[in-house]
């Protein structure tokens, strides 16, 4: 079986176990040999005092006989001499009764008379503080009388008394030497191992490999003690090395990571420029070609506003006659709108043509909504469209080019009503937005767009249209483009189109 102390201090178990070992124990087996001590005492007693009765009973016999109280008395008292006796009575049978028996003679002198009595019973009692001995007195035929003696037990309590007082003396010494053996091992043994622990427990705590415990002896502990300092020296140097191999590999790889951060850098800034070199390229080559394109659309529509011009002058010659010739209100006011379409029509292409030579856009703040109205009402010849327009939050002006912007309005707006063949409606919501932008969303409800053209329609000579040349939404992204704006397109097909514009509002 496996004894512990759990978690006690090596000074605690050593205490205990030599408590145990030289207190406990001994005290068993002490107590063992004093209970046996004490009952052979004891049987020695009841012995020793069973022959004295056993003599007394004999050489009382003739006195008894001729009933001689006075050297009964004399016999008794001289057999009581022993201290530890505290009583002898002599019990007499009666002549006339031989079951009762009458005190014959006793010391010490209690009762002169006592009364008659039955015939005790001649039995032993052995108590905790006396002893009471019977015995017969008899001939070899015949029973005189029975005497009683009782003895103190007091030389057994006196020396039991003894027995604990060098117990316990003994007990009191044994502790205060085993107090004494354990400081002096706490100082020799304990001491050290204390020592030990602190500084082991202080470097696995701080990682202070400086500290040192101190010798406190010259025997095996202090060997011991050296031992581990020099164990810490070494642990000290090669945490030492480590540290510096540690600390140089740590400087190589901030300077080799530095070069390669400076590295990546310089790769990472190269393909920046890289990049937006080649995006400048793509971009110059784009307007390059786009350029070219809407140099030749610029030339041919040059070519047709001049061609155009002359015959819109003879037309605008004639309205003029017929008007002064005709004196119906009715045709008179047709010949007016004639007139009024052909100079705007005539604006359209000089500031087209104004455009095309390189000179600015004539902008100022304009009312949207009356732009969208008039450009929706030359579009929308037949009437088959409805237009709404909506501001968020509110409405507000942008400062726009309002002949180009109408045009712009004009051709979308033409686009939306011939993709609604059975007539709809045409939404246009223009909302405020931040960093100084207005969005421009204009939505129908016609046939949509093939999905592979909607990336293309604003390329020049690109279009779905049997009878469309491909101009009129180049035109449109080119005229947003000079108000430093964009304009983008998102179609289903049978579901409608979404234009939106971007455009600065001042």
């Known amino acids: 079986m496996k004894l512990g102390f759990g978690p006690l201090k090596f000074r605690t178990k050593f205490f205990l176990s030599s408590f145990f070992a030289?207190?406990?124990?001994?005290?068993?087996?002490?107590?063992?040999?004093?209970?046996?001590?004490?009952?052979?005492?004891?049987?020695?007693?009841?012995?020793?005092?069973?022959?004295?009765?056993?003599?007394?009973?004999?050489?009382?016999?003739?006195?008894?006989?001729?009933?001689?109280?006075?050297?009964?008395?004399?016999?008794?008292?001289?057999?009581?001499?022993?201290p530890m006796l505290v009583g002898?009575?002599?019990?007499?049978?009666?002549?006339?009764?031989?079951?009762?028996?009458?005190?014959?003679?006793?010391?010490?002198?209690?009762?002169a008379s006592q009364p008659r009595i039955s015939k005790p019973v001649p039995n032993d009692f052995i108590g905790e503080?006396?002893?009471?001995?019977?015995?017969?007195?008899r001939s070899e035929k015949e029973e005189l009388g029975i005497v009683l003696v009782t003895r103190t037990l007091e030389d057994l309590k006196n020396k039991q008394a003894g027995y604990l007082q060098v117990g316990v003396l003994s007990i009191l010494a044994i502790f205060?030497?085993?107090?004494?053996?354990?400081?002096?091992?706490?100082?020799?043994?304990?001491?050290?191992?204390?020592?030990?622990?602190?500084?082991?427990?202080?470097?696995?705590?701080?990682?202070?490999?400086?500290?040192?415990?101190?010798?406190?002896?010259?025997?095996?502990?202090?060997?011991?003690?050296?031992?581990?300092?020099?164990?810490?020296?070494?642990?000290?140097?090669?945490?030492?090395?480590?540290?510096?191999?540690?600390?140089?590999?740590?400087?190589?790889?901030?300077?080799?990571?530095?070069?390669?951060?400076?590295?990546?850098?310089?790769?990472?800034?190269?393909?920046?420029?890289?990049?937006?070199?080649?995006?400048?390229l793509t971009k110059t080559r784009m307007q390059l070609s786009q350029n070219e394109k809407l140099a030749n659309v610029g030339q041919v529509s040059s070519s047709i506003a001049h061609?155009?011009?002359?015959?819109?002058?003879?037309?605008?010659?004639?309205?003029?006659?017929?008007?002064?010739?005709?004196?119906?209100?009715?045709?008179?006011?047709?010949l007016e709108i004639i007139d009024r379409e052909i100079s705007r029509s005539d604006q359209v292409i000089q500031r087209l043509l104004e455009i095309t030579k390189g000179e600015d856009l004539k902008k100022e703040k304009t009312d949207m909504q009356i732009v969208a109205v008039e450009a929706m009402s030359y579009a929308n010849v037949n009437k088959s469209s409805k237009l709404s327009v909506k501001f968020k939050p509110e409405p507000f002006?942008?400062?726009?080019?309002?002949?180009?912007?109408?045009?712009?309005?004009?051709?979308?707006?033409?686009?939306?009503?011939?993709?609604?063949?059975?007539?709809?409606?045409?939404?246009?919501?223009?909302?405020?937005?931040?960093?100084?932008?207005?969005?421009?969303?204009?939505?129908?409800?016609?046939?949509?767009?093939?999905?592979?053209?909607v990336d293309k329609i604003f390329d020049p000579l690109v279009t779905d249209k049997k009878d469309g040349i491909g101009l009129g939404l180049s035109l449109c992204r080119d005229l947003i483009s000079r108000h430093g704006g964009t304009i983008r397109a998102s179609s289903e097909k049978d579901k409608g189109t979404k234009i939106t514009i971007q455009i600065p509002i001042s």
């Not at 051709?411 to 937005?433: D, R, T």
Request: proline residues 2%; charged residues 25%.
């Open 22 to 82: 030289t207190v406990i124990l001994p005290s068993f087996v002490v107590w063992a040999l004093y209970n046996e001590d004490i009952k052979s005492t004891k049987e020695l007693i009841y012995s020793n005092l069973g022959s004295q009765i056993n003599n007394l009973s004999q050489s009382i016999y003739p006195a008894l006989a001729f009933d001689d109280n006075q050297t009964a008395f004399d016999q008794i008292k001289g057999f009581s001499s022993d």
């Open 88 to 111: 002898v009575d002599v019990w007499k049978k009666n002549s006339t009764d031989t079951n009762a028996f009458t005190l014959f003679v006793n010391y010490p002198i209690q009762n």
């Open 129 to 137: 503080q006396k002893i009471s001995m019977y015995r017969l007195i």
């Open 176 to 280: 205060a030497i085993i107090i004494l053996i354990t400081l002096w091992y706490q100082a020799s043994l304990t001491r050290p191992m204390k020592e030990l622990t602190k500084v082991a427990s202080f470097i696995s705590k701080d990682k202070d490999y400086t500290a040192r415990a101190e010798k406190t002896s010259q025997d095996e502990f202090g060997r011991l003690t050296d031992i581990f300092n020099e164990m810490l020296d070494s642990i000290q140097e090669s945490n030492s090395l480590l540290r510096s191999a540690n600390e140089e590999m740590e400087q190589r790889v901030e300077r080799r990571t530095k070069e390669l951060t400076l590295s990546n850098q310089r790769i990472i800034e190269e393909m920046k420029a890289k990049e937006l070199a080649n995006e400048a």
């Open 307 to 334: 061609e155009l011009r002359n015959p819109m002058a003879a037309i605008r010659n004639s309205t003029y006659f017929l008007r002064l010739k005709l004196k119906e209100k009715k045709l008179t006011e047709h």
């Open 397 to 453: 002006r942008i400062k726009v080019d309002k002949l180009l912007m109408r045009q712009v309005f004009h051709n979308l707006f033409l686009n939306a009503i011939e993709a609604m063949p059975n007539g709809g409606s045409i939404s246009l919501v223009i909302k405020q937005m931040e960093d100084n932008l207005a969005e421009i969303v204009i939505t129908d409800e016609g046939i949509g767009i093939e999905k592979h053209l």
